[in-house]
Every structure is written in C-alpha cells, then in structure tokens.
C-alpha cells in the first residue's frame, strides 16, 4: 500500500465523526530546471481539529519486516512536529507496515527522543524496540482526543 493510500483510508474513517475538522496539506508542485528539481517540502501529511486541539500527523510506509530507518523522517518534518507541540498541539507519526498490513502511532515526542539516543543517523530501529513506544491502530481508527 503507498501513503496516499493509507491517508485515504484514515481520512475515510475520520469523517465520519462530524465533531473533527480534517485536513489534508496539498502535495506542493514539484519544479524542474535544466539540472535543478524545486518543490516546497511539507509540513506534515493532514491535521485534525478536535475539541479545539490542533493534531498534526505525518505518515510513513515502511516495507521492511524488522526494522524502521532511523532517518525516516525527513529535518523539516521532525521540525514541523516539534514546533507543533511547542504550540501547544499534538504531533503524530502513523507508520504503516506494508509486510503485516499494520498501522502504528507514536507520539512525535516519543520519536525524537526515541531516535535521539540513536547516535548514528544512518542506524535501523529494531521493530521490537520500536513497538513499545508505538501503539497498533485496529481498523483504521485512530483516537482523536
């Protein structure tokens, strides 16, 4: 499954719930020159609105059985999340594991310092140590609070 399908199917889920605002931020278009591609990156995937509470979800699909590439997520994003929760929101990562059809959230507090003890950037993350930070989403539902 790619990442546009997996926030389809999230987004699916989430309106369905008319108390939620959700949305998605638009994939910026990519430029090309004579030897230079240009796009502006992205924040995040979508954010949710819930009882006044900002939410900001980035997703990743990960197509490996044991482990997660610690530079999964890209500087800005890490960025992005943090200033998020600086704010006074909620961040969120959703990993979608293509071997097992299961879908993951960990907190983006968790994350970064989970992946701050992680010295070396190119280093993997084990799925066992990463699942007890993490919490399995059954049917595409995720708990908007």
Same mark, same amino acid.
């Given at each position: 499954?790619?990442? =546009? $399908?997996?926030?389809?199917? !999230?987004?699916?889920?989430?309106? %369905?719930? &008319? ?10 278009? !990519?430029?090309?020159?004579? *030897? ?5 990156? *992205?924040?995040? #995937?979508?954010?949710?609105? %819930? ?6 979800? $980035? ?5 490996? *059985?044991?482990? &997660?590439?610690?530079?999964?997520? %890209?500087?800005? /994003?890490?960025?992005?999340? $943090? ?7 909620? +961040? ?8 097992? /059809?299961?879908?993951?959230?960990? =907190? +983006?507090? #968790? ?6 003890? &992680? ?6 993350? =084990?799925?066992? =140590?990463? %699942?007890?930070? +993490?919490?399995?989403?059954? *049917? ?6």
């Amino acid at each position: 499954m790619k990442e =546009s $399908e997996v926030i389809k199917k !999230i987004r699916e889920n989430l309106i %369905k719930d &008319i108390n939620i605002h959700y949305f998605k931020i638009p994939d910026m278009p !990519i430029f090309t020159g004579a *030897k230079y591609r240009f796009g502006i990156p *992205k924040p995040y #995937d979508f954010y949710v609105i %819930k009882n006044g509470i900002f939410n900001a979800y $980035e997703v990743k699909v990960v197509n490996t *059985k044991k482990t &997660i590439r610690r530079d999964l997520l %890209k500087w800005h /994003q890490e960025e992005n999340l $943090e200033e998020v929760i600086r704010a006074g929101g909620k +961040a969120f990562i959703l990993i979608y594991f293509n071997v097992w /059809q299961e879908l993951y959230e960990i =907190s +983006a507090d #968790d994350w970064i310092d989970f992946t701050k003890e &992680i010295k070396d950037f190119d280093t993997n993350i =084990s799925f066992d =140590s990463f %699942k007890l930070k +993490a919490r399995k989403i059954e *049917k595409w539902n995720l708990t908007i609070k």
